[in-house]
């Protein structure tokens, strides 16, 4: 369903995504794990053109580009096969929570708006904020806002919902919501590629785990097999530092 080929990204003479290989069956949980400036956020944003890639294949259901000679349409439909959770939310702060939500879903897709704000009120009441559909984000706590961030992603419905450290901007004390709901997402197997450094979260919910360093996805696997027996050595080193 996710397949990428050969994906390359250089910052000047910084190759920042050495030729990444992927496929990603539909239903399935990937986290990616690995040290910072290893690639990971570019890896995603790459996948969607929030950063244009130099070179590769990339398919998302049924669309495929070619990043060398892609046309802004096609950017486009290949956007709208995926679903972004950002680190810091990047809500929209004139725009209350509903709206927050239904504003993909009316300039991306084209939904009337009644349609939209509708399906946004549907997703807080999923989401535990029902009663906060007017408000705004300076109104709500980190983890409320990253909770919106995420039904923004969810009201999608993307083939594949990339998300990027979606806890690392969070006060200790919101963690354990966002990871709840994103665990929620995960269980009604979401298709998804997620960077994380919750360790046990990645291990709970992936299906496969992938270690990347230095541009390139060094080792993936099964959870267990990957937190309890790294083959390769970087792998083990970043491991011993983070569990
Ligand atoms: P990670 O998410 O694994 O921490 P990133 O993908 O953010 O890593 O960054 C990988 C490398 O690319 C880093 O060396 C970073 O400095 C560089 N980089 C990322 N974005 C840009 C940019 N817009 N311009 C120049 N260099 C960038
Ligand atoms: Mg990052």
Redesign the pocket.
Known sequence: MISVKGLTKRFGANTVLDGIDLDIRSGERVAIIGP?GTG??TLLRSLNFLEKPDEGMITIGPVTVDARRVRAAEELALRRQTSFVF?NYALFANMTARDNIAEGLITVRGWEKARAHARAEEILATIGLADKAQSYPAALSGGQQQRVGIGRAMAAEAEIMLI??PTSALDPEWVDEVLQLLKRVADARQTMLI?THEMQFARDIADRILFMDGGKIVEQGAPDAMFTDPKDPRTRAFLRKVL
């Open positions: 910072s990971k956020s680190q990027d450290e960077v």
